[in-house]
């Protein structure tokens, strides 16, 4: 799964203001108790941190699944198993054994790709008889 940079900006701000407010907060704490604040709280602290990101990374593969899912009843039947055969094969399939895995004859597979690298969904790059073909989303 990969993060944007804007999110892992946005992600390491945040995670840089929790850190001001815990010393605000243990400031606070130490100008009216007298001591710094119990060692539980940063435990707690922490584990909420890790428990919230490991939901965020469940919630966030099921929500690109889902995405997938309503991309590829959007296209053609052609276009949605060639599609559906590069994200099953991680995003690179030789076009040769595309041929084959589809079903489709070479000519039909050939257009298919044709029109998804105009709509700059994939891209071929020629390896000696065949052709490599990679997802670009």
């Given at each position: 799964m990969e993060v944007s940079v804007r999110r892992l900006i946005v992600g390491l701000v945040l995670i840089f203001f929790l850190g001001?407010?815990?010393?605000?907060?243990?400031?606070?704490?130490?100008?009216?108790?007298?001591?710094?604040?119990?060692?539980?709280?940063?435990?707690?602290?922490?584990?909420?941190?890790?428990?919230?990101?490991?939901?965020?990374?469940?919630?966030?593969?099921?929500?690109?699944?889902?995405?997938?899912?309503?991309?590829?009843?959007i296209l053609p039947e052609g276009e949605r198993?060639?599609?559906?055969?590069?994200?099953?094969?991680?995003?690179?399939?030789?076009?040769?054994?595309?041929?084959?895995?589809s079903g489709l004859n070479k000519v039909k597979v050939s257009r298919i790709l044709s029109e998804l690298e105009t709509r700059r969904v994939l891209a071929r790059v020629n390896l000696g008889n065949t052709k490599l073909v990679s997802l670009k989303i």
């Open positions: 001001v407010l815990f010393a605000v907060v243990n400031g606070y704490y130490v100008s009216e108790e007298g001591s710094s604040l119990p060692l539980i709280v940063y435990g707690i602290s922490f584990l909420s941190i890790v428990v919230g990101g490991g939901i965020v990374v469940l919630f966030q593969s099921k929500i690109n699944k889902v995405l997938l899912n309503r991309v590829l009843s198993k060639i599609v559906g055969l590069l994200v099953e094969n991680n995003g690179s399939l030789e076009q040769n054994r595309l041929v084959a895995l």
